[in-house]
T-cell receptor
Framework: SQQGEEDPQALSIQEGENATMNCSYK?????LQWYRQNSGRGLVHLIL?????REKHSGRLRVTLDTSKKSSSLLITASRAADTASYFC???????????FGAGTRLFVKA | DTEVTQTPKHLVMGMTNKKSLKCEQH?????MYWYKQKAKKPPELMFV???????INESVPSRFSPECPNSSLLNLHLHALQPEDSALYLC???????????FGEGSRLTVL
C-alpha cells in the first residue's frame, strides 16, 4: 500500500534553477527519507530526517518535515542536468520494518 | 563493501518455468527486503527478512517464494508466474529494521 503522495508528478526546469518536491503521508512515522532513481536503475538514498527534526541539509539538498501536517519537502538548489531522475519520499512507520514509498516526482533538468 | 548485488540483471521466463532471483550483501546488515516496481510506479514492498527470519509478507501470491539461506543472501523463487508479474525486482538491505535502505540495481523480469 502506498503511504505517501508526492507533487508535482513531473517537473521540468532549466539548469541552475531550484527544484522543489513535496510529499504527504498518512500515518505516524519514525523517519522520512528521500531517494533518487535513474531510469531503470536501483534507488539511491539521499537524506533521512527523523520525526523530531524539522530541517536537514546535505550539500545542495534541503529537506523539511512538518509532522503536524504530515508533509515533507525536498529542495534541490542550483540544479544540474545530472539531477534528472525520479525522486521518491519513503516513510518508516513507528513499528519499523516497513519502508513505504510515495508515488514519486520525475524531474527533468534541461541543459 | 557497500554494495548490494543482484543477479541476473535480466530474466525472461515462460509461465511454466521455475527460476530464482538472487541478492547478496556483505555489509553485515540484518534486514533484507524484496520490492517490486512497475514502470513509472514506486517500489512496492513484498517481503522483509530480519535476522534471517521472514518478518513481513505483504500478501504476496504464493508463486513468489522468498528464502534467506544466511545473513548475506536473499533469494526469490519464481514459479508459474503471470505476464502481469513482469517488473523490476529490487533487493535492499539495511543495518537495522528502520533507516536507510541500500538497493541493488534490480533484476528486470519479463514473463511471456
Amino acid at each position: 500500500s502506498q503511504q505517501g503522495e508526492e507533487d508535482p508528478q513531473a517537473l521540468s526546469i532549466q539548469e541552475g534553477e531550484n527544484a522543489t518536491m513535496n510529499c504527504s503521508y498518512k500515518t505516524s512515522i519514525n523517519n522520512l527519507q528521500w531517494y533518487r532513481q535513474n531510469s531503470g536503475r536501483g534507488l539511491v538514498h539521499l537524506i533521512l530526517i527523523r520525526s523530531n527534526e524539522r530541517e536537514k541539509h546535505s550539500g545542495r539538498l534541503r529537506v523539511t518535515l512538518d509532522t503536524s501536517k504530515k508533509s515533507s519537502s525536498l529542495l534541490i538548489t542550483a540544479s544540474r542536468a545530472a539531477d534528472t531522475a525520479s525522486y521518491f519520499c519513503a516513510t518508516d512507520s513507528t513499528g519499523g520494518f516497513k519502508t513505504i514509498f510515495g508515488a514519486g516526482t520525475r524531474l527533468f533538468v534541461k541543459a | 563493501d557497500t554494495e548490494v548485488t543482484q543477479t541476473p540483471k535480466h530474466l525472461v521466463m515462460g509461465m511454466t518455468n521455475k527460476k530464482s532471483l538472487k541478492c547478496e550483501q556483505h555489509m553485515g546488515h540484518r534486514a533484507m527486503y524484496w520490492y517490486k516496481q512497475k514502470a513509472k510506479k514506486p517500489p512496492e514492498l513484498m517481503f522483509v527478512y530480519s535476522y534471517e527470519k521472514l518478518s513481513i509478507n505483504e500478501s504476496v501470491p504464493s508463486r513468489f517464494s522468498p528464502e534467506c539461506p544466511n545473513s548475506s543472501l536473499l533469494n526469490l523463487h519464481l514459479h508459474a508466474l503471470q505476464p502481469e508479474d513482469s517488473a523490476l525486482y529490487l533487493c535492499a538491505s539495511s543495518p537495522e529494521h528502520t533507516g536507510e535502505l541500500f538497493f541493488g540495481e534490480g533484476s528486470r523480469l519479463t514473463v511471456l
